[in-house]
């Protein structure tokens, strides 16, 4: 029960929640939830964002249509030669449009999403006492071909994996293999 201090009555926070009236969501995510101004961002960063809000409200102004290629790829052209940045592809244009416009022109959503990109999956670390037990074998004096010393690393974590019962352990591709092997040597060299 919360007290009104206006009233003066006690109210029951669980009949207010249940109320048909709308409740906001939490955002999904920091980003959301706090707009960084432009300037905390790299320069080349705010560079992107002053290219794209510009080719953006030079097309606003001179479309006569959708955001289509047909009607895009003419003005691109147009505006490419008063704008001093390079031109974008028309769905990247499209795409900016849609976010800007869905975000109620706000600029901050014309900040690159760089973080966003690349294999975000967590991998097992165990793999990578499995490759220290296969460059053991690998820097001795008769030194085996890194084919053979990789086939030894792969039958390691084949066995390992016939023991465990959840998640399994994966192994490095061949080509993943062979360039961590070189790295070690360079940094040997080093």
Not at 38 to 62: F, G, N, T
Request: glycine fraction near 4%.
């Amino acid at each position: 029960m919360a007290k009104d201090i206006s009233t003066g009555l006690f109210q029951d926070e669980m009949a207010v929640a249940s109320s048909s009236e709308p409740v906001e969501a939490l955002p999904s995510s920091t980003d959301d939830f706090f707009e960084r101004d432009l300037a905390s961002y790299p320069d080349e960063i705010q560079i992107e964002v002053r290219r794209r809000i510009e080719y953006l409200q030079w097309i606003e102004k001179h479309l006569v249509g959708g955001w289509t290629q047909k009607n895009l790829d003419p003005l691109i052209e147009k505006a490419a030669r008063e704008i001093d940045f390079p031109p974008p592809k028309w769905r990247a244009l499209a795409k900016w449009w849609s976010v800007y416009s869905s975000s109620g022109k706000m600029l901050a959503s014309l900040v690159p999403k760089l973080h966003r990109k690349g294999n975000r999956n967590l991998k097992i670390t165990n793999e990578l006492s499995f490759f220290d037990r296969a460059v053991e074998r690998y820097l001795v004096p008769e030194r085996p071909s890194i084919s053979a010393v990789y086939q030894y690393y792969t039958d390691l974590i084949r066995i390992e994996n016939q023991h465990l019962v959840g998640e399994k352990v994966q192994a490095l591709s061949y080509k993943g293999f062979y360039n961590r092997i070189k790295k070690c040597q360079l940094m040997r060299l080093q």
